[in-house]
């Protein structure tokens, strides 16, 4: 089995989460925050619905500096749900295409990502797309729940039942 | 390359980033029935299910199939934060062993959980790795992330900085 396949296999599962998550993202309340150092919803929602186009130049550059960077800055203004999921459905489908068309030999490089002169990781394409991508975004699609929870919007089931949902 | 090969460092990042979180868990009474929502989980139970999940990839690696129903397995009770940090070592140190040792053959294999019956999961032992063990580890790391920060306790930068940490 090549590394590709074995990172697609829990792919489409975790797209799914943070897709049922999005879906119940509600409009209007973009600026709730449940702190005031955290996200606001309509950006933290646009955040995870971008996440998958980042993995995508993962796997088709060979490294990113930030500060020279040309890949285009997504924008994070959430302006519809609808709007919202179309750009995660996108994202997805680019970044899965990305990562099935990923050799072992690419999989394995190393993806050096920096801020100028700053290191920010230097690690297998697999391992920095595992870990700047795919688990950051169920960072996000977790801490999305929390706000739906906190906006009294039933949380769906992801890893077992929530409060509202069996998942059954 | 071995699918463990592949997991070993993920597992080593994603824990010590877990350990920095349960390092942070405040340790007085009131804050251990602290909820953002009267449906939430309360912190502590909250806090000792990130420690107790490196056990569940033990449990993943070490058996044939799992029935909680009849595993006598409880819930994690938290009475103390350095009790936590000591169950997530230990729990953490046997996963790790067993994942350094486990074929690409064990990881195909079909593995079943199950409560009184009812399957609750039927697939390989691989997908069982990462959505009950790895991806269920950041979720729930996650949640505990944004209750420290409802207890303005500083959140530690995860994948990139925190609103309190580069």
């Given amino acids: 089995m090549t590394i590709a396949e074995i990172l697609l296999q829990d792919y489409d599962l975790e797209i799914s989460n943070t897709r049922r998550t999005l879906e119940r993202v509600p409009e209007g309340r973009n600026d709730f925050k449940c702190h005031d150092k955290s996200m606001a919803l309509g950006k933290l929602a646009m955040h995870c619905a971008t996440m998958p186009l980042f993995g995508s130049y993962i796997f088709l550059d060979d490294g990113m500096d930030l500060t020279t960077s040309t890949r285009p800055h ?22 899965r295409k990305a990562l099935a068309s990923a050799s072992d030999a690419d999989l394995s490089a190393l993806w050096p990502f920096t801020y100028g002169d700053m290191v920010i990781c230097n690690n297998s ?18 801490q999305l729940g929390v706000y739906l929870r906190l906006n009294d919007i039933p949380v769906p089931a992801l890893y077992g039942p929530s409060a509202d949902e069996t998942g059954a | 390359m071995p699918i463990k090969d592949l997991l070993l460092p993920e597992f080593d990042s ?13 340790d007085t009474v009131e804050t251990r ?58 729990l953490s140190a046997a996963a790790h062993a067993l994942l350094e040792e486990v074929s690409d053959r064990t990881m195909h294999e079909s593995w079943k959980l199950t409560d009184k ?25 996650a949640q505990l992330g944004v209750y420290l920060r409802l207890n303005n306790i500083p959140v530690p930068a995860t994948y990139g900085p925190s609103a309190d940490e580069q």
Avoid: W
Avoid at chain 1, 74 to 95: H, K, P
């Fill in chain 2, 117 to 141: 019956g009812h399957s609750i999961y039927d697939g390989s032992r691989y997908f069982a790795v990462r959505t009950l063990f790895f991806n269920h580890v950041v979720h729930h790391r």
């Fill in chain 2, 33 to 90: 029935d602290f909820k953002p929502h009267e449906k939430s989980m309360t912190l502590a139970r909250l806090a000792a299910h990130n420690a107790e999940i490196p056990g569940y990839l033990s449990i993943i690696l070490n058996t044939p199939d799992f029935d909680l129903s009849t595993s006598g397995m409880k819930p994690l009770v938290m009475q103390s934060r350095a009790q936590l940090l000591s169950t997530f070592d230990k």
């Fill in chain 2, 14 to 26: 994603e824990l010590r980033k877990t350990r920095t979180f349960l390092e942070r868990i405040p």
């Fill in chain 1, 125 to 142: 394409r697999s391992l920095t797309f595992r870990q700047m991508c795919f688990n950051h975004l169920v960072h996000h699609t977790a």
């Fill in chain 1, 74 to 95: 997504a924008s994070l203004e959430f302006v519809s749900r609808e709007e919202c999921l179309r750009q995660l459905d996108e994202n997805a489908a680019i970044c």
